[in-house]
């Protein structure tokens, strides 16, 4: 999924994520086509690979030696596929909870890290 928190050319109401703690609103919500992901089985776990066209997250195809902050993460489930038991992203490593989802919903982008490509 792509979560476009800012947008002012949004049509329509923003997604709004609410607890009894919080709330987050994202002003588009939408899903990613044309991704290909090849999962491979490895001792004690697994390797992933992800391919996302750029058009898919909104941008221009970038230019050899192009820079961007981002961050990519897991969501891990229990062993049913219902309950989320624990996030894992390349870089902000403080982004953990489990149990609210407006706090799953927010960003950080200040522990953001470099893509280069």
Do not use: H
């Not at 999924?1 to 002003?27: C, H, I, L, N």
């Not at 992203?89 to 982004?95: A, E, N, Q, V």
């Amino acid at each position: 999924m792509r979560y476009v928190f800012v947008d002012p050319s949004a049509k329509g109401e923003p997604m709004v994520f609410a607890s009894p703690v919080g709330r987050t609103a994202v002003d588009r919500v939408e899903e990613i086509t044309g991704a290909q992901v090849a999962v491979e089985r490895r001792a004690g776990g697994y390797g992933v690979r992800i391919d996302i066209p750029w058009t898919a997250l909104g941008e221009k195809v970038p230019f050899k030696g192009g820079v961007r902050r981002a961050d990519a993460g897991v969501i891990f489930g229990d062993a049913t596929g219902t309950r989320v038991v624990r996030r894992q992203y390349l870089f902000d490593d403080g982004s953990q909870e489990v149990s609210d989802i407006p706090s799953e919903t927010r960003v950080n982008p200040s522990k953001w890290g470099r893509f280069e490509f």
